[in-house]
């Protein structure tokens, strides 16, 4: 069983910058990918960005230019730099893994999710 457990969501003024953290713990062969999903009061989750193995980032248009997503492998952690942060950035934010176990199963987990506020 693999643990994602997320820090750094908090309340920020519109143009401000906050950092995100997901830390994976447990049966963890290979991190094959990480990333961040977001769900705003009444929508949908939407995926933000992700950072595969080899190091490919992939963004949403939402916040290409203003988010950046990164990793230190020796801490299974991936982050979520948000830099002139909008109102519309106001959401839950999700950490989310592709991890292949001891036995080579891949599987996708979930952190709890951490609630970012920005205020105009």
């Known amino acids: 069983q693999v643990q994602l457990v997320e820090s750094g969501g908090g309340l920020v003024q519109a143009g401000g910058s906050?950092?995100?953290?997901?830390?994976?713990?447990?049966?963890?062969?290979?991190?094959n990918a990480m990333g961040w999903y977001r769900q705003a009061p009444g929508k949908q989750r939407e995926w933000v960005a992700t950072m595969y193995s080899g190091g490919t980032t992939t963004y949403a248009?939402?916040?290409?230019?203003?988010?950046?997503?990164?990793?230190?492998?020796?801490?299974?952690?991936?982050?979520?730099?948000?830099?002139?942060?909008?109102?519309?950035?106001?959401?839950?934010?999700?950490?989310?893994?592709?991890?292949?176990?001891d036995n080579l199963n891949d599987s996708h987990y979930w952190g709890q999710g951490t609630q970012v506020t920005v205020s105009s």
């Open 61 to 101: 248009e939402s916040v290409k230019g203003r988010f950046t997503i990164s990793r230190d492998n020796a801490k299974n952690t991936v982050y979520l730099q948000m830099n002139s942060l909008k109102v519309e950035d106001t959401a839950v934010y999700y950490c989310n893994a592709n991890i292949r176990s």
């Open 18 to 31: 906050l950092r995100l953290s997901c830390a994976a713990s447990g049966n963890i062969f290979r991190v």
